[in-house]
């Protein structure tokens, strides 16, 4: 993936989706809360990246930041989201909206909630195309419609447009949700969690479809995820987040053979099939800690067992570990001058 | 669909047999039918006659039994007062009420619905703010009160609208309406408005709240994060689920409603159902006031049954009511 | 910690302090009340002493008008009555009736609730089967029939030495389902949860877990509940005296008075009804304010309807 990377940026390509420095808040009752402390990562065209961390480390609130959708009383306070150039946590609403659903899809988490339970399916999936594209007729939206739910597997498709929700089972929703977010041909599919709400013999089928359609479409996939097994999996690249930073980036196979900052090899080490039959799993000691109260300097050094007198002090950049991951750790030397690693 | 709809006239059935008994106790307890047909001036042993003749001495149940096959007839009696049969004088009344009850609940349809939605959709607007704290007033005057200062603000000192009756009726076969006359308008309009006055607050804060939690529910993130517009998020998607709660306590409230006539119909002296219980009441007419009974009772469970079917009709994944 | 302190740092505190609306309709819910338990002492005139009204002072103009005198600072009703008097003496009569009739409802429904909404089963079946039912014929009208049927067989004198504890026991009766189903919902809601389970496992018979571990937690819900009820309550005491079905006219709530002053509304003695109004309103809005100010705060599920 990294030759695809520098083939990229040595023609001057720009790349499908840029995050910068993106901080966002929330404007609570009793005083502001900072979610994501300075988010920064990017996507190729076709490229599938993996966000991954606890709940509560930011990454679902970065994949709605993306579209400008960020629940209330949140907000962007200062970064760039590019998409193809075009920086959309400062468009107008109207722009905005014709990139939502359209060229960027969305995968929600819960298949039982995402869907109106009083719209067929027909109408929440034709309805899409409408928007976007308000000269199609009918008859072609329902083409459309039918065929996308081909593709996602879904039996007797004719039939099903015409009933509502509650009449599918939530694997069966998911899969349509995919087909909703594969109406527009979208360059992008955010997926938020697409799987955790599913039960563990589904999850694997719609991971794998899901799979199978970004590289057959050629889409960009990011995975919002805690499940580091299902990453290792689908993507080719991985941003680790705590706290609401990203404390390690690199290519999949690399952060999960050779994770470089102590959270990510905390985390590695507590999956179940990394440590022997039959011993105990590894935890991480503590928990994360809460948006209000993260601690000075670097956000992990309470529970990492690498912890030195500068971690309490300042707060750790991006920086090669002893691979090319990227990680914020002052185990590394820090880096002058490397664009990507800020 | 249909095992839900057998459910709910069953269940409709039994209410309505529940209604028939306690209209049977009640004609049985409040007043002696003998006396009021024959009258005072009439000897022991005629009255005794009487009382056999009428049945009045047989076991309850046949009573009741004769009762319930009069009423299904439409036989409820025949009032004290008025010398008539009961229903003839219910059938005769009911179109002032129906009349009041159409136009209060026109006025609430019309702006409950467009003000909840904005309110909901604008929370911190000042309009929806002003809204909001107005209808807590709104709700706290009782409807007699808002019928009486409606009277002394436009009829005693402005002299603008009529204080009381219908006005100008035109006959349509036997439902005399005020609805076609401006003076019938002239006369419906403040009893109207008065009855409206705590239904509407309500139905606004209704709709808002239930229109917010819906806003909030993550299918309307989804309609967000599809691209959808306001108009399309607000109107298709995020109201027609707010429907279905306010349906069910729209049915509720209607039963509210009737109540509410007896007093609006009070101050205004309109001359409908309400306005003829509170006299039968003070008359002790005992069939006419068990007529009303079994009369509201039988509009309330058709209005609730209706509503309940509507209610499986909007709403595909039909619950049963009570399982919210 | 004491109960005091815990208070001091609750939500709810934290929120009452900010909020002067709720502040104000305390402060003047309070007045009210402490008003209406001492009226005797407050109140200048007695209005149910016969020795002290006098016919000959009836209709008397509050004293800021014209034909007004200091003697009855809000004039005088139709009998020769205080307005001042008979109106806290009236406000007292409504709060006893709102009060008595919620805790009736609160009691009978609380229990109901609690039980139906831990067993299930066939009796929870029955019992909102009956609550339907019950809700979906208006609480008022129901009242009012019992009322009127009540009057007529009784008659009207008698009606009135038992009004009081009829009106409780008619409002108290009508309401129940809206405590049973907001309790039953927050039981069957805590019944899922795992400290419920564990009691069960530990041997608690199900009376003690119902009362010690999950009634605790219905609580919030109900105090909401609770105030709302009680505007409602002295509402439909008002709707019900004002038809002549509650409390009479020599013993009147600010319903009565209202209704005694209506006729002579249209001859201008417009204090009457007027000045009862806005004390009944003032008190149902305080109360209804304070209602909304709690539901924000701890922004129960109430059944509606």
Same mark, same amino acid.
């Given at each position: 993936?990294?030759?695809?990377?520098?083939?990229?940026?040595?023609?001057?390509?720009?790349?499908?989706?840029?995050?910068?420095?993106?901080?966002?808040?929330?404007?609570?009752?009793?005083?502001?809360?900072?979610?994501?402390?300075?988010?920064?990562?990017?996507?190729?065209?076709?490229?599938?990246?993996?966000?991954?961390?606890?709940?509560?480390?930011?990454?679902?609130?970065?994949?709605?930041?993306?579209?400008?959708?960020?629940?209330?009383?949140?907000?962007?306070?200062?970064?760039?989201?590019?998409?193809?150039?075009?920086?959309?946590?400062?468009?107008?609403?109207?722009?905005?909206?014709?990139?939502?659903?359209?060229?960027?899809?969305?995968?929600?988490?819960?298949?039982?909630?995402?869907?109106?339970?009083?719209?067929?399916?027909?109408?929440?999936?034709?309805?899409?195309?409408?928007?976007?594209?308000?000269?199609?007729?009918?008859?072609?939206?329902?083409?459309?419609?039918?065929?996308?739910? %081909?593709?996602?597997? $879904? /039996?007797?498709?004719?039939?099903? +447009?015409?009933?509502? #929700?509650?009449?599918? !089972?939530?694997?069966? =929703?998911?899969?349509?949700?995919?087909?909703?977010?594969?109406?527009?041909?979208?360059?992008?599919?955010?997926?938020?969690?697409?799987?955790?709400?599913?039960?563990?013999?589904?999850?694997?089928?719609?991971?794998?479809?899901?799979?199978?359609?970004?590289?057959?479409?050629?889409?960009?996939?990011?995975?919002?995820?805690?499940?580091?097994?299902?990453?290792?999996?689908?993507?080719?690249?991985?941003?680790?987040?705590?706290?609401?930073?990203?404390?390690?980036?690199?290519?999949?196979?690399?952060?999960?053979?050779?994770?470089?900052?102590?959270?990510?090899?905390?985390?590695?080490?507590?999956?179940?099939?990394?440590?022997?039959?039959?011993? %105990?799993?590894?935890? $991480? /000691?503590?928990?994360?800690?809460? +948006?209000?109260?993260? #601690?000075?300097?670097? !956000?992990?050094?309470? =529970?990492?067992?690498?912890?030195?007198?500068?971690?309490?002090?300042?707060?750790?950049?991006?920086?090669?570990?002893?691979?090319?991951?990227?990680?914020?750790?002052?185990?590394?030397?820090?880096?002058?001058?490397?664009?990507?690693?800020? | 669909?249909?095992?839900?709809?057998?459910?709910?006239?069953?269940?409709?059935?039994?209410?309505?047999?529940?209604?028939?008994?306690?209209?049977?106790?009640?004609?049985?307890?409040?007043?002696?039918?003998?006396?009021?047909?024959?009258?005072?001036?009439?000897?022991?042993?005629?009255?005794?006659?009487?009382?056999?003749?009428?049945?009045?001495?047989?076991?309850?149940?046949?009573?009741?039994?004769?009762?319930?096959?009069?009423?299904?007839?439409?036989?409820?009696?025949?009032?004290?007062?008025?010398?008539?049969?009961?229903?003839?004088?219910?059938?005769?009344?009911?179109?002032?009420?129906?009349?009041?009850?159409?136009?209060?609940?026109?006025?609430?349809?019309?702006?409950?619905?467009?003000?909840?939605?904005?309110?909901?959709?604008?929370?911190?607007?000042?309009?929806?703010?002003?809204?909001?704290?107005?209808?807590?007033?709104?709700?706290?005057?009782?409807?007699?009160?808002?019928?009486?200062?409606?009277?002394?603000?436009?009829?005693?000192?402005?002299?603008?609208?009529?204080?009381?009756?219908?006005?100008?009726?035109?006959?349509?076969?036997?439902?005399?309406?005020?609805?076609?006359?401006?003076?019938?308008?002239?006369?419906?309009?403040?009893?109207?408005?008065?009855?409206?006055?705590?239904?509407?607050?309500?139905?606004?804060?209704?709709?808002?709240?239930?229109?917010?939690?819906?806003?909030?529910?993550?299918?309307?993130?989804?309609?967000?994060?599809?691209?959808?517009?306001?108009?399309?998020?607000?109107?298709?998607?995020?109201?027609?689920?707010?429907?279905?709660?306010?349906?069910?306590?729209?049915?509720?409230?209607?039963?509210?409603?009737?109540?509410?006539?007896?007093?609006?119909?009070?101050?205004?002296?309109?001359?409908?159902?309400?306005?003829?219980?509170?006299?039968?009441?003070?008359?002790?007419?005992?069939?006419?006031?068990?007529?009303?009974?079994?009369?509201?009772?039988?509009?309330?469970?058709?209005?609730?049954?209706?509503?309940?079917?509507?209610?499986?009709?909007?709403?595909?994944?039909?619950?049963?009511?009570?399982?919210? | 910690?004491?109960?005091?302190?815990?208070?001091?740092?609750?939500?709810?505190?934290?929120?009452?302090?900010?909020?002067?609306?709720?502040?104000?309709?305390?402060?003047?819910?309070?007045?009210?009340?402490?008003?209406?338990?001492?009226?005797?002492?407050?109140?200048?005139?007695?209005?149910?002493?016969?020795?002290?009204?006098?016919?000959?002072?009836?209709?008397?103009?509050?004293?800021?008008?014209?034909?007004?005198?200091?003697?009855?600072?809000?004039?005088?009703?139709?009998?020769?009555?205080?307005?001042?008097?008979?109106?806290?003496?009236?406000?007292?009569?409504?709060?006893?009736?709102?009060?008595?009739?919620?805790?009736?409802?609160?009691?009978?429904?609380?229990?109901?609730?609690?039980?139906?909404?831990?067993?299930?089963?066939?009796?929870?079946?029955?019992?909102?089967?009956?609550?339907?039912?019950?809700?979906?014929?208006?609480?008022?009208?129901?009242?009012?029939?019992?009322?009127?049927?009540?009057?007529?067989?009784?008659?009207?004198?008698?009606?009135?030495?038992?009004?009081?504890?009829?009106?409780?026991?008619?409002?108290?009766?009508?309401?129940?389902?809206?405590?049973?189903?907001?309790?039953?919902?927050?039981?069957?809601?805590?019944?899922?949860?795992?400290?419920?389970?564990?009691?069960?496992?530990?041997?608690?018979?199900?009376?003690?877990?119902?009362?010690?571990?999950?009634?605790?937690?219905?609580?919030?819900?109900?105090?909401?509940?609770?105030?709302?009820?009680?505007?409602?309550?002295?509402?439909?005491?008002?709707?019900?005296?004002?038809?002549?079905?509650?409390?009479?006219?020599?013993?009147?709530?600010?319903?009565?008075?209202?209704?005694?002053?209506?006729?002579?509304?249209?001859?201008?003695?417009?204090?009457?009804?007027?000045?009862?109004?806005?004390?009944?309103?003032?008190?149902?809005?305080?109360?209804?304010?304070?209602?909304?100010?709690?539901?924000?705060?701890?922004?129960?599920?109430?059944?509606?309807?």
């Amino acid at each position: 993936m990294s030759s695809i990377r520098s083939y990229i940026r040595a023609n001057g390509m720009t790349s499908l989706l840029e995050v910068k420095d993106l901080v966002i808040k929330f404007a609570l009752r009793t005083g502001e809360v900072t979610a994501t402390n300075g988010v920064s990562f990017t996507l190729e065209k076709g490229e599938r990246l993996g966000l991954v961390g606890e709940s509560g480390a930011g990454k679902s609130v970065t994949g709605f930041s993306i579209i400008n959708l960020i629940s209330k009383p949140g907000y962007i306070a200062s970064g760039e989201v590019n998409f193809l150039g075009e920086d959309l946590a400062r468009v107008s609403d109207e722009r905005i909206r014709s990139i939502r659903g359209n060229r960027i899809s969305m995968i929600f988490q819960d298949p039982m909630m995402t869907l109106n339970p009083v719209l067929t399916i027909g109408t929440q999936m034709t309805e899409t195309l409408h928007q976007h594209n308000p000269q199609m007729s009918k008859a072609e939206a329902r083409a459309i419609a039918l065929d996308k739910l %081909r593709k996602v597997y $879904i /039996p007797s498709p004719e039939k099903r +447009l015409g009933q509502y #929700p509650h009449e599918f !089972s939530g694997g069966m =929703r998911q899969r349509i949700i995919i087909a909703i977010a594969l109406l527009t041909d979208p360059e992008l599919i955010i997926a938020d969690e697409p799987t955790t709400a599913l039960d563990v013999t589904i999850q694997a089928e719609i991971m794998e479809l899901l799979m199978e359609l970004c590289e057959t479409e050629d889409m960009g996939l990011i995975l919002i995820t805690h499940d580091l097994a299902v990453v290792a999996q689908v993507t080719q690249n991985i941003a680790v987040m705590y706290a609401g930073s990203v404390v390690e980036k690199g290519p999949t196979a690399q952060v999960v053979a050779d994770p470089q900052h102590p959270y990510t090899q905390g985390l590695i080490a507590a999956l179940p099939q990394s440590s022997g039959h039959g011993e %105990r799993l590894n935890q $991480i /000691p503590g928990m994360m800690p809460t +948006l209000k109260n993260i #601690p000075p300097g670097c !956000s992990f050094n309470p =529970r990492c067992p690498h912890v030195m007198e500068v971690c309490k002090q300042q707060v750790p950049s991006l920086r090669s570990g002893k691979n090319s991951n990227l990680a914020a750790c002052h185990l590394y030397p820090p880096e002058k001058d490397n664009p990507s690693a800020r | 669909m249909i095992a839900f709809m057998i459910r709910r006239l069953f269940q409709a059935l039994i209410v309505i047999f529940i209604i028939s008994v306690i209209g049977f106790a009640i004609k049985q307890s409040v007043g002696d039918p003998v006396r009021e047909l024959t009258g005072i001036s009439v000897s022991e042993e005629e009255r005794v006659e009487f009382r056999e003749k009428l049945g009045l001495n047989d076991p309850w149940y046949v009573q009741y039994g004769r009762f319930f096959g009069d009423a299904i007839q439409g036989d409820l009696g025949t009032s004290f007062f008025y010398k008539r049969p009961a229903t003839e004088v219910i059938l005769e009344k009911a179109p002032a009420t129906l009349e009041l009850v159409f136009v209060s609940s026109l006025i609430i349809l019309l702006f409950s619905v467009p003000l909840g939605v904005f309110s909901a959709i604008k929370p911190d607007s000042l309009f929806s703010r002003a809204l909001m704290g107005s209808s807590i007033v709104g709700v706290s005057i009782p409807v007699f009160l808002t019928a009486i200062m409606m009277v002394y603000l436009f009829s005693i000192k402005l002299s603008w609208l009529p204080s009381y009756g219908r006005g100008e009726l035109v006959m349509l076969g036997g439902w005399g309406t005020g609805l076609l006359t401006l003076d019938g308008w002239l006369h419906i309009l403040m009893p109207s408005v008065a009855l409206s006055s705590i239904m509407l607050p309500l139905f606004i804060r209704l709709i808002r709240s239930e229109m917010m939690e819906v806003l909030e529910s993550e299918y309307i993130k989804y309609a967000w994060a599809k691209g959808l517009t306001h108009r399309r998020v607000w109107f298709v998607h995020a109201f027609k689920n707010t429907l279905l709660p306010v349906i069910t306590v729209g049915g509720v409230q209607l039963g509210v409603t009737i109540a509410f006539t007896i007093l609006t119909e009070t101050v205004f002296q309109w001359q409908g159902l309400g306005f003829m219980f509170m006299e039968a009441v003070e008359r002790s007419d005992a069939p006419l006031l068990v007529a009303y009974l079994m009369f509201v009772g039988i509009v309330m469970v058709g209005v609730n049954t209706i509503v309940d079917l509507i209610y499986g009709l909007v709403n595909p994944t039909i619950r049963i009511a009570g399982v919210k | 910690m004491n109960r005091l302190d815990k208070f001091r740092q609750s939500f709810l505190w934290y929120s009452f302090k900010r909020d002067k609306v709720a502040i104000a309709c305390l402060l003047v819910l309070l007045i009210l009340v402490l008003t209406a338990i001492f009226a005797p002492l407050i109140a200048p005139y007695n209005p149910y002493d016969p020795e002290m009204i006098d016919i000959m002072n009836s209709e008397i103009p509050p004293a800021w008008e014209a034909e007004g005198g200091t003697e009855f600072l809000l004039g005088t009703d139709s009998q020769g009555r205080d307005m001042l008097s008979t109106m806290i003496y009236g406000m007292r009569i409504s709060i006893i009736i709102g009060l008595g009739a919620v805790a009736l409802q609160a009691v009978l429904g609380v229990l109901i609730g609690l039980f139906a909404g831990y067993h299930g089963g066939r009796l929870d079946a029955f019992f909102m089967r009956a609550a339907d039912v019950q809700l979906s014929f208006s609480y008022l009208m129901v009242a009012i029939f019992m009322s009127a049927i009540l009057q007529a067989v009784v008659g009207v004198a008698k009606f009135g030495e038992i009004a009081i504890p009829f009106l409780v026991l008619v409002i108290g009766l009508s309401q129940w389902p809206q405590y049973a189903r907001t309790v039953r919902a927050s039981v069957l809601a805590e019944r899922k949860k795992e400290y419920v389970e564990a009691a069960r496992v530990a041997g608690f018979t199900s009376s003690r877990i119902i009362l010690d571990q999950i009634f605790p937690n219905t609580l919030s819900p109900i105090l909401v509940l609770s105030t709302i009820q009680v505007a409602n309550a002295v509402m439909s005491e008002a709707a019900l005296s004002f038809l002549g079905l509650g409390m009479p006219i020599d013993r009147p709530s600010l319903g009565s008075l209202i209704n005694s002053g209506f006729e002579l509304i249209f001859s201008g003695a417009w204090w009457i009804t007027a000045l009862p109004g806005l004390l009944l309103v003032i008190l149902v809005l305080s109360i209804n304010m304070l209602g909304d100010f709690l539901r924000d705060v701890f922004n129960p599920k109430l059944y509606k309807g």
